[in-house]
């Protein structure tokens, strides 16, 4: 497993834009997919973005296609995540978790092992 701390989140105007980063650490030397999630309150976590091992594939939920752009760095010791979120909606307020998968290529149905604390985004009207 790896272990996951995610930053950048906080207080946006609608329309506005925020990057998070997150940095995985620890047996980073298999091939994770990563994912980035959110929960909104009172609702249930969803699978907002993934992107495979080599960052060749991504996929995207559809209310956020065209606005929000999952990238990767692969370092030699560390995994680097990004979720840069532009065009922001209150829709989009919520805990935002990165999150690693075996799957090197993920998919909604994949299975996430390793999850990150989560940073809060905000967005206001």
């Known amino acids: 497993q790896v272990q996951l701390v995610e930053s950048g989140g906080g207080l946006v105007q609608v329309g506005g834009s925020l990057r998070l980063s997150c940095v995985a650490s620890?047996?980073?030397?298999?091939?994770?997919?990563m994912g980035w999630f959110r929960q909104a309150p009172g609702k249930e976590r969803e699978i907002v973005a993934a992107?495979?091992?080599?960052?060749?594939?991504?996929?995207?939920k559809d209310s956020v296609k065209g606005r929000f752009t999952i990238s990767r760095d692969n370092a030699e010791n560390a995994i680097f995540l990004f979720l840069q979120m532009k065009a922001m909606k209150p829709e989009d307020t919520a805990v935002y978790y990165c999150?690693?998968?075996?799957?090197?290529?993920?998919?909604?149905?994949?299975?996430?092992?390793?999850w990150g604390q989560g940073t809060h985004v905000t967005v206001s009207s």
């Open positions: 992107i495979s091992w080599n960052g060749g594939i991504v996929w995207y």
């Open positions: 999150a690693a998968s075996s799957d090197s290529t993920p998919s909604p149905s994949s299975d996430f092992d390793s």
């Open positions: 620890g047996r980073t030397g298999w091939r994770y997919g």
